[in-house]
């Protein structure tokens, strides 16, 4: 989470400042306040890291680069200041706190608009708060680059400030797309994070980078994290796939008319064939198998035909094959 550094040794600019830098400098009412808010730092990740070993300059604060006073996220100004674990401050807006959290923000909150002009501290790492932060106000924090395992910190401290996962993580929001990202690499533990929250929709779509997952891999860590419910919907998604590949792959190809030069007899050996690579196809029966790997087991079929009509019919059968093969469903 990137910050704005505050030097102080400008003059005040604002009242709200004052009472800020009081609080961060220990009560030293001879130090000035800044007039201005600098460009911050590049940073894709958390609070700058020092490249030396001195202490940091206590005349100097953190404030969020995309929270900050006159950041202009709503019409009105901000009138609560959050202070994170690590030293960040968050300028934010009650009004938006008190409609997405049902407790208060775990009652740090004040009840009384009168009561706003103080910083609270947050129990939360700044990087964790952003994410929660950017939920409230439906922003997208991707330019920040947040790691997998802080969106994970962020959807399990949802509810610890009031917010709820459930509906706060539906497709088309910013966190939705976010997190979905990672499901190419994370297939499994994102999966088993939409368990945990009934997240529907996002298992869903994970779902499908799980068709190459063995099953038999799984250990009874893994099978009680993602629960019962969501564990059988995977199962079914494997098996019901595999049975589906079974089952389309049983016709053959459509018998021609006889002809002088290939009568049914004739064209019991392109069924025997057709048999043979089907059964190869099906002994192994993959849910995540390829239409690509399918058509590579059957089109070589061909090059023993000799019968123009035969081979008519193999790639007809083939392409029906592949149309009824895309049509089942990759998904729990």
Known sequence: MSETLLPMDHAVAAADWASVLHFVADDDDNVPAPSQIPTPPLSNDGTPLLKDSNPPDPTLV??????????????VLPDIVFLSSDAVFFYVHSHRLFQASSNAFHSLLPAQAKDTDSVIDVPEVSAVLNIILHVIYDMSCAHYSPSFSQLVSAVKRLSYFGIDPKSSIIPNTHIYSLILS?????????????????????????????????????????????????????????????????????????????????DFSDQKKLTRAWALASAYLAWDARPDLSTSTMESALRPLEEHLVCEDCKAALQTRIRTLVVQWAMVKPTI
Do not use: W
């Open 182 to 262: 990672h499901a190419p690499l994370r297939p499994l533990e994102l999966y088993t994070l939409s368990a945990n929250y009934d997240l529907y929709d996002l298992a869903v779509a994970t779902s499908s980078h799980l068709l190459s997952f063995p099953l038999s891999s799984l250990t009874d860590e893994m099978a009680q994290a993602i629960g019962a419910v969501y564990l059988k919907r995977l199962f079914f998604l494997h098996f019901g796939r595999s049975d589906a590949l079974k089952r389309i792959l049983l016709s053959p190809p459509h018998p021609h008319p006889p002809t002088p030069s290939c």
């Open 62 to 75: 953190s404030v969020s680069t995309t929270f900050y006073p006159g950041a202009q996220l709503q019409s």
